[in-house]
C-alpha cells in the first residue's frame, strides 16, 4: 500500500532532504509541505499547503488526512528572539502537529529532537526538547520515533553564524568523542532525512529514541 506524507519544516536542513526522499520513493504516492512559504521544488507527487502561524492549530485541522507524519520544524532562541517564542515553534507548534496526528491515526510519527533533551536541564533548549519528548509520548501515537542528533552538518537556507563555525571545527574532535560521549559527534544532516525515511518504512509499533550514533549506523 503506498504511503501519504505531511512534513512540517520542509524548508529546513534536515526537511528539504526528507522531501528529496520522499518525493524520490515509489513507497510514497503523495507528499504534502505545509509552512509559510513555498518550496524551491516542482514534483508530481509535491503539495504544498501555505500557513499563517499564527493561527497554526486551526489551520492545520483543515489539512488532508495523511499516514506518515515528520516533523522537523525547530530554531534557535536567538532567531527567535525570546524564549517564549521559541518554545512556541520548538514546542507548541510540534505538539499541535502531533495531536492532529494523533486525532487521524496516523501510521507513525517522526519528530527531531535534540542529545541531551531532559525536563530537568539547567539549558532552556534542552530542557523544552525533553518537555516536548516527555508530552508527545503521553498522546498514545501508535508509532512514535524520536530523533536527538547532536550539532548537524550541512547548508542552511537560514544563516546561523556560530553554528556555521561550529560545523568547521567540531567535526575535527568527533573521533575523540567515544563511549557514552559517541552520541555527541556532529550528524550530517542528510543521514538524519534518511533514517527518517528508511524507518517509516518499517512504522514499527510503540516509542523509539534515536541516538546520534544509530542515525550514522549504516
Do not use: W
Amino acid at each position: 500500500m503506498e504511503k501519504q506524507a505531511i512534513v512540517l519544516g520542509a524548508s529546513g536542513l534536515i526537511g528539504g532532504h526528507l522531501i528529496d526522499c520522499l518525493l524520490e520513493s515509489s513507497e510514497y504516492r503523495s507528499v504534502l509541505s505545509i509552512g509559510r512559504s513555498k518550496l524551491h521544488c516542482d514534483h508530481p507527487k509535491l503539495s504544498e499547503k501555505i500557513i499563517d502561524f499564527k493561527d497554526f492549530p486551526k489551520t492545520i485541522e483543515e489539512l488532508p488526512p495523511n499516514s506518515h507524519f515528520f516533523c522537523t520544524i525547530g530554531t534557535t532562541i536567538k532567531i527567535a528572539g525570546t524564549k517564549e517564542n521559541f518554545k512556541i515553534v520548538d514546542y507548541h507548534y510540534p505538539m499541535a502537529f502531533a495531536d492532529l496526528a494523533k486525532s487521524q491515526n496516523a501510521a507513525s510519527f517522526h519528530i527531531i529532537s535534540s542529545v541531551g533533551a531532559n525536563k530537568s536541564s539547567p539549558f532552556f533548549y534542552q530542557k523544552i526538547k525533553g518537555l516536548l519528548e516527555q508530552d508527545i509520548a503521553q498522546l498514545g501515537l501508535s508509532s512514535l520515533y524520536i530523533y536527538r542528533p547532536s550539532l548537524l552538518i550541512g547548508n542552511r537556507s537560514e544563516p546561523r553564524p556560530f553554528e556555521s563555525i561550529s560545523q568547521k571545527v567540531l567535526p575535527l574532535f568527533d573521533k575523540l568523542l567515544i563511549g557514552p560521549f559517541k552520541d555527541y559527534q556532529t550528524v550530517n544532516a542528510k543521514d538524519v532525512a534518511q533514517k527518517m525515511y528508511f524507518d517509516s518504512l518499517l512504522s514499527l509499533k510503540g516509542i523509539h529514541y534515536i541516538s546520534g550514533e544509530q542515525i550514522t549506523q549504516k
